[in-house]
């Protein structure tokens, strides 16, 4: 820190707050970016203990409009959830690629991953579009 002396009562710091509003402003948005750096998009605030998260995201199925959706995911890679509205899909994935899908609380089925043209990820009519964690 910089100091200017004023006679008989010690240093005083040279910056004051209301001085100089644009350094302080720059060293604030220096820290944030800091501190976010390395932060993957879709964490959200996700703990770093295994602690389930969700993500935003638009899904379609069987090539209908677009909704919005949440991925809720318990172990990023393999095991998760898509929520439209009242549906719910649970996926598991085996880390070899075998993927699973069970609709409701309907029957796991195998299902194939596929990227889209349209950069959704898609298993077999459902689709999901944004942020999606991979790994």
């Known amino acids: 820190m910089v100091f200017s002396s004023s006679r008989g009562h010690g240093p005083k710091p040279a910056l004051q707050s209301s001085a100089h509003p644009a350094l302080i402003r720059l060293l604030l948005v220096v820290m944030m970016a800091i501190t976010t750096a390395g932060t993957p998009a879709w964490a959200n605030g996700a703990a770093q203990d295994g602690e389930a998260f969700s ?34 899909y649970g996926f598991q994935h085996d880390g070899r690629g075998l993927v699973q899908m069970q609709r409701g609380a309907g029957a796991w089925t195998t299902v194939q991953a596929r990227w889209s043209a349209d950069s959704c990820l898609c298993w077999d009519g459902l689709c999901a579009q944004g942020a999606i ?3």
Do not use: K, T
């Open 55 to 88: 993500v935003p995201l638009r899904c379609r199925v069987d090539g209908g409009a677009w909704r919005e959706c949440q991925m809720v995911v318990q172990q990023v890679g393999a095991q998760w959830q898509l929520v439209l509205g009242g549906e719910r």
């Open 133 to 135: 964690p991979l790994d």
